[in-house]
């Protein structure tokens, strides 16, 4: 069975491996509507309802095309770097690990070096789906502010690692596992490559899906099948439903405050005013530069957490 394991673990993470060469370089895109007048015409009483449920629709079906790519980007990864590579990851610790290691209870109350089924499974659950469904969502929301091409993914695993590794996973200080197996400085090359991969893994899967995917319609649903993943999958869909909550209520409220405007005399084409680029600009230097302080914020806590792991 631990053959059979191992064996099924490399092959999956060789196909993560695969997509990051063949897909690797391709931009996370944006979804396109086809362009409508709608929203250029002074609504009457008898259709301003109308435009706030066109709103909220048009909203929702843009939701719904990014909870997909970060779906499918989130499920791929989680199973195949999340899930297969930490299991490789463990059996290799295992086997590098002192005879007096074997059959220890792990943190996760595994036998170390008896890799079993059940145990498997409670590990995609458990780390491999959450761990590529933060990874997933995080590149959504900050991929327009990483580099450009194939650095994204490896630079989102680098700053998901210095952020979290030290206070989530996977370098934990007080996690026991480290004086378990080891050696230490091999745990920590280890799981820093497969932080590395994991985010190359989303931005391919990322972008690759996001360039084939269309906007949600009746004629396309059979596109947005992977998001019964997410349902499945509990946390991931009660998160993904509250973010479709907040744009139904974002999309209502916009709708009105436009109308009001429109009503009020105001014009509705929105022109872009001088220093509009300039501003966006600056925008986007800002939310780098937050991104850059809180991985440099990052660092003491992460060399700590790995002296301490590479010290036992």
């Known amino acids: 069975m631990a053959l059979a ?10 196909v993560g491996a695969a997509m990051v060469i063949a897909w690797g370089g391709r931009t996370l895109g944006a979804p396109v509507a086809p362009a409508s007048t709608a929203d250029l015409q002074v609504p009457s009483p008898a259709s301003a309802r109308d435009v706030v449920v066109g709103a909220q629709v048009s909203a929702l ?3 719904l095309w990014w909870a997909n790519v970060a779906t499918v980007a989130g499920v791929a ?3 195949l770097v999340g899930w297969a590579g930490g ?5 290799v610790l295992a086997v590098t690990s002192p005879a ?15 890799p079993t089924v059940e145990g498997s499974i409670a590990l995609l659950f458990f780390a491999g789906l959450p761990a590529g469904f933060a990874a997933a969502i995080v590149y959504v929301l900050i991929h327009r502010w990483l580099p450009a091409g194939r650095w994204a993914g490896p630079v989102l695993g680098v700053l998901l690692l210095l952020v979290f590794g030290a206070s989530v996973e996977p370098f934990r200080a007080d996690n026991i596992d480290f004086a378990i197996v080891g050696p230490g400085w091999l745990s920590v090359v280890l799981f820093s490559v497969m932080a590395i991969l994991h985010g190359a893994v989303v931005a391919a899967v990322a972008g690759a899906f996001s360039q084939r995917l269309p906007l949600p319609s009746g004629q396309n649903w059979k596109y947005y099948l992977p998001l019964l993943a997410a349902v499945l999958f509990v946390p991931a869909g009660v998160l993904l439903g509250a973010g479709a909550l907040g744009v139904l209520v974002w999309a209502q409220a916009a709708a009105v405050l436009r109308a009001r405007r ?6 509705a084409r929105v022109a872009r005013l001088p220093g509009t680029g300039r501003r966006g600009a600056a925008v986007d230097w800002a939310v780098r530069g937050v991104l850059g302080v809180a991985a440099v914020a990052a660092v003491p806590p992460f060399v700590s957490a790995v002296t301490s792991i590479v010290s036992r």
Do not use: D
């Not at 394991?5 to 060789?14: M, N, S």
């Not at 299991?87 to 059996?91: A, D, P, Q, S, T």
């Not at 429109?262 to 014009?267: D, K, S």
């Open 5 to 14: 394991i191992v064996v099924v673990c490399t092959l999956l993470l060789l």
């Open 100 to 114: 007096s290691a074997q059959g220890r209870l792990t943190e996760a109350q595994a036998n170390v070096g008896f």
């Open 61 to 63: 079906r843009k939701y």
């Open 87 to 91: 299991r490789l990851v463990m059996r």
């Open 262 to 267: 429109l009503r009020a005399g105001r014009e």
């Open 77 to 79: 990864s989680g199973l």
